[in-house]
């Protein structure tokens, strides 16, 4: 069982369209934070949320921390084909375990 | 600013050989990581330094995989002997000072094996 769950695995979108994908867990985290890695390169950190309820704004790319501190949301609007890639959610539960999730693979077609 | 450097990039052996990994982290990272990526999944922490100290080996297969960072810069990760469920990518990411989730982790290139 994993211990952060990721959905949908797996999305195709047209540039310009908007899309959200979802990161859960049953324990809470600490933090968690967001990644995105492109192909035959390791993940590149885009983004750390630590309060409960907190919103990060990263130009297209808004983040969210559930109240509850179980889960995180990455919303893109005005998808591009510079989106492409893995994202990827991790973070630190309170057992003290790093761990990422599965990641979503998001194709943005021109 | 020079990044994570990792060698080589690829790597297919046969099972029961062994290989190593070699990771030199950004100048100045007291902390490193090495991760194992297998197709499909997300990283899986192996272990982690500080320095030339283990903070974190509790995922590491013990039995066949090794890693040293004896000077607390540069770091190789051992796999002695190799199995087929080995094939992933090999992470090395290396950060400041704190752990993973406090500050930022940069990534290598990652190692690609491939175990026949």
């Known amino acids: 069982t994993q211990l952060l769950e990721q959905s949908p695995q797996f999305l195709s979108i047209q540039e310009g369209e908007n899309l959200t994908v979802y990161c859960n867990s049953s324990?809470?985290?600490?933090?968690l934070q967001w990644y995105r890695q492109e192909p035959g390169e390791g993940p590149v950190l885009l983004v750390t949320v630590v309060t409960g309820g907190e919103v990060k704004k990263l130009k297209r790319l808004t983040f969210q921390f559930g109240d509850a501190r179980k889960d995180s949301s990455l919303h893109i609007t005005a998808a591009q084909p510079g989106d492409t890639g893995l994202y990827l959610c991790?973070?630190?539960?309170?057992?003290?375990?790093?761990?990422f999730g599965p990641g979503t693979r998001l194709s943005v077609l021109p | 600013e020079a990044g994570v450097a990792q060698s080589p990039r690829y790597k297919i052996i046969e099972k029961r050989q062994s290989v190593a990994f070699w990771c030199n982290p950004i100048s100045g990272h007291a902390t490193l990581y090495w991760y194992q990526q297998i197709l499909g999944q997300g990283p899986k922490l192996l272990i982690q330094?500080?320095?030339?100290?283990?903070?974190?080996d509790s995922q590491l297969p013990k039995d066949r995989f090794s890693a040293e960072r004896l000077k607390g810069v540069d770091s190789t990760l051992k796999i002695q002997p190799a199995k087929l469920e080995d094939s992933a990518v090999y992470l090395c990411?290396?950060?400041?000072?704190?752990?993973?989730?406090?500050?930022?982790?940069?990534f290598g290139p990652g190692t690609r094996l491939l175990v026949l």
């Open positions: 990411a290396s950060s400041l000072v704190r752990g993973p989730d406090q500050e930022t982790q940069y």
């Open positions: 324990s809470v985290f600490s933090s």
């Open positions: 991790a973070g630190n539960d309170y057992g003290q375990n790093f761990v």
């Open positions: 330094f500080q320095n030339n100290g283990v903070v974190d």
